[in-house]
Structure formats: structure tokens, C-alpha cells
């Protein structure tokens, strides 16, 4: 069975500094994985997806995440974050089974200092 | 505009009073998927279709119905909540075609407490 996990439920950042967030999956085949965004009070918004090819991934917002095939991971990092980027963060694995399901880590909740 | 609606956005309610929060996408999707999120435990799957009558359980459909009369709809029906049903939810839908490959367009959430 397909997991994620997201080692960090919490970061704390300061605005300008970098952010990396980690996600590590497990999964059976050649994995479909994705990244959400979810500001508070707010829906899920995909910050980007991988699914074959260049295992650098640029996505919205300024993240790019990177695949390892070897370290079973894909994280999330941005050069500079802003106040805006305060959020929670979502690592993803989807199937092809299930109606297209998704598998979610538990997230990693980011906050921005001043 | 391509959009998955749901509602309500929030239901406070009782132990034992059934409730159904709609769940509504305008993209012709032939799949949609319910899923709940709790702290610590990211987004599970409750139900799925994969198209019109056609449901299945995803990972955790204890306490759960729901239906797929028309390929636009599809309610999740709490017949006796319970406390622990007390969570945010998700209405998602995608394309059949290219697979998971297609985005999941997801509703803006359905926050219930149930007391």
C-alpha cells in the first residue's frame, strides 16, 4: 500500500530565507506525486506535480520540488519565502486505482517570521 | 469556470441526526472522491466513483453513504453522526482520461462538528 510521511509538522521560517520541506513515500510502482497548498480556512491549491521526466519540478509560487528515486523522496523548497507563504503543506502520491486517489502525508504546517 | 461545489462550508450539529453535504462539479468528471482531514493525518479517502452508479469504499467508510445518480453529483449522507465524525471535507473530482495524470479539482471544504 502506497504512504507518505512528512517528517516535520511544524517549520518556522523567517521572510527571506529558504524553505525545504520533506516527504518521503512508499509505493510500489513508478510514483505520481504532488504538492498541495493550503492557506487557512482555505481549499487545497496544487503548487505542482511530478510524473516522469526532468526530476526537478518547477511549480507555481516560486517551489520547485525535486524527485529521488533512490531516497524514496520529492521535497518542496523555495529560495525565499514570503509572509504569504504561511500555510500548511501537503506531499502527495496518487494512483491510478481508486478513482485517481490520493495518498496524503500528515503536512507541514510553515510559519513566516517577520 | 471549472469548479467543485460543496456545501455547506460549515454544519454544526447533533449526535444521531442525519445530514448530507453536497458535493457538485461542472467538468463532465467521471471520477469523484470524498475525503476527510484531521490534524496529524493529512487528507483520507472516504468514498470514490468512478462514474455514474458505480461507488467504492476508499480508507475509511465507516459511518459514511453516498450515491451517484447523475455524473455531476455526488453527496456524502452521514445517517447518525458521531463526534468522531467531527472533521473537515473534501469533495474532489477528476478526469478518467491520462489517468491520475489529470488534475484533481477539489471543493473549498465542508467543516461539520458534530456534538
Known amino acids: 500500500a502506497q504512504s507518505v510521511t512528512q517528517p516535520d509538522i511544524h517549520i518556522t521560517v523567517s521572510e527571506g530565507a529558504s524553505l525545504e520541506l520533506r516527504c518521503n513515500y512508499s509505493y510500489g510502482a513508478t510514483p505520481y506525486l504532488f504538492w498541495y497548498v493550503q492557506s487557512p480556512g482555505q481549499g487545497l491549491q496544487l503548487l505542482l506535480k511530478?510524473?516522469?521526466?526532468?526530476?526537478l519540478v518547477q511549480g507555481i509560487k516560486g517551489f520547485e520540488a525535486e524527485f529521488k528515486r533512490s531516497q524514496s523522496s520529492f521535497n518542496l523548497r523555495k529560495p525565499s519565502v514570503h509572509w504569504s507563504d504561511a500555510a500548511e503543506y501537503f506531499c502527495a502520491v496518487g494512483a491510478r486505482a481508486a478513482g485517481n486517489k490520493l495518498t496524503f502525508g500528515g503536512g507541514t504546517r510553515v510559519l513566516v517570521k517577520p | 469556470e471549472a469548479q467543485v461545489t460543496q456545501n455547506p462550508r460549515y454544519l454544526i450539529t447533533v449526535t444521531g441526526k442525519k445530514l448530507t453535504v453536497t458535493c457538485s462539479q461542472n467538468?463532465?468528471?467521471?471520477?469523484m472522491s470524498w475525503y476527510r482531514q484531521d490534524p496529524g493525518l493529512g487528507l483520507r479517502q472516504i468514498y470514490y466513483s468512478m462514474n455514474v452508479e458505480v461507488t467504492d469504499k476508499g480508507d475509511v467508510p465507516e459511518g459514511y453513504k453516498v450515491s451517484r445518480k447523475e455524473k455531476r453529483n455526488f453527496p456524502l449522507i452521514l445517517e447518525s453522526p458521531s463526534p468522531n465524525q467531527t472533521s473537515l471535507y473534501f469533495c474532489a473530482s477528476s478526469s478518467k482520461i491520462r489517468g491520475v495524470e489529470n488534475i484533481q479539482y477539489f471543493g473549498a471544504g465542508t467543516r461539520l462538528s458534530v456534538l
Open positions: 511530478y510524473f516522469s521526466g526532468d526530476t
Open positions: 467538468m463532465n468528471h467521471e471520477y
